[in-house]
């Protein structure tokens, strides 16, 4: 099965420029499952959300089907890495206490990917799926994020993006559904960081591929004047919209 591969193109810059995953809400969806011998981190990308399961689960397997996303990919001594889709892990029945996807699901075959999931967790396993959309500093910078986002690239997005932009909300989610606390992950950055995180977009970078020409360059005045001082160091947030729950409803 072919898959929309939108990063192995930027893998590095991905693996570099890309935010991680709270902490907290790791630990929470860890203490979803009854118990904790396997994890499945599907969409993988760099591992950025494997690496945080392996502080709860004896092992961790991480899947991806872009071997050049997992060339960059964080080692870690309970993780294994695989190429291999979300909808076909490989993994035996019933085996798996913990599935996760984050930033990932929107780019999955939706009735493959549950059928896999109901097949391979195991008894009092659970699942949980997360995503972030545009990150937040202060109104003025936000303005150029949002202009970047929606005025220059907004036709270059692929149409999987509206899952994101409707925060998982309106997504399928055919289990027992557990309501999950609110997460926001914080990172500090400058503006070199910030821009580089904004050209791993699957949209900027399809922008760039087709035109010839980097899209922050129609922000780069504006956004930079919003900032101030390009070395200075500023908190960047992204909120989290979370999924999570069982096959069926533990007793």
């Known amino acids: 099965m072919s898959f929309k591969d939108h990063f192995s193109g930027h893998a590095a810059a991905y693996a570099t420029c890309r935010p991680g995953y709270p902490r907290d809400l790791v630990a929470a969806v860890a203490r979803l499952p009854r118990e904790h011998r396997l994890a499945l981190d599907t969409g993988t990308g760099n591992g950025q959300a494997a690496v945080g399961l392996a502080e709860h689960f004896d092992r961790v397997v991480a899947t991806d089907p872009s071997a050049q996303q997992l060339a960059h990919a964080t080692p870690h001594p309970r993780i294994e890495y695989r190429v291999a889709p979300a909808e076909t892990s490989g993994l035996p029945d019933a ?146 919209f979370l999924r999570a729950g069982h096959v069926t409803p533990p007793p």
């Not at 780019?107 to 937040?136: H, Q, S």
């Open 95 to 240: 085996s798996v206490d913990l599935v996760t996807a984050a930033q990932a699901f929107h780019w999955f075959d939706f009735d493959r990917f549950f059928a896999e999931v109901k097949r391979i967790l195991a008894p009092g396993g659970a699942v949980a799926i997360w995503t972030y959309n545009l990150p937040r500093v202060d109104p003025a910078v936000d303005r150029q994020i949002d202009r970047l986002a929606h005025d220059v690239t907004g036709s270059y997005w692929p149409p999987e993006r509206r899952w994101v932009n409707e925060e998982y909300r309106t997504v399928p989610f055919p289990f027992a559904e557990v309501q999950m606390p609110s997460f926001f992950h914080p990172e500090h950055w400058n503006l070199e960081q910030l821009a580089g995180y904004m050209k791993t977009w699957s949209a900027t970078a399809r922008y760039s591929k087709e035109r010839g020409t980097d899209p922050l360059e129609e922000i780069w005045d504006d956004l930079a004047a919003a900032w101030g001082e390009p070395e200075k160091v500023r908190p960047v947030v992204w909120p989290l």
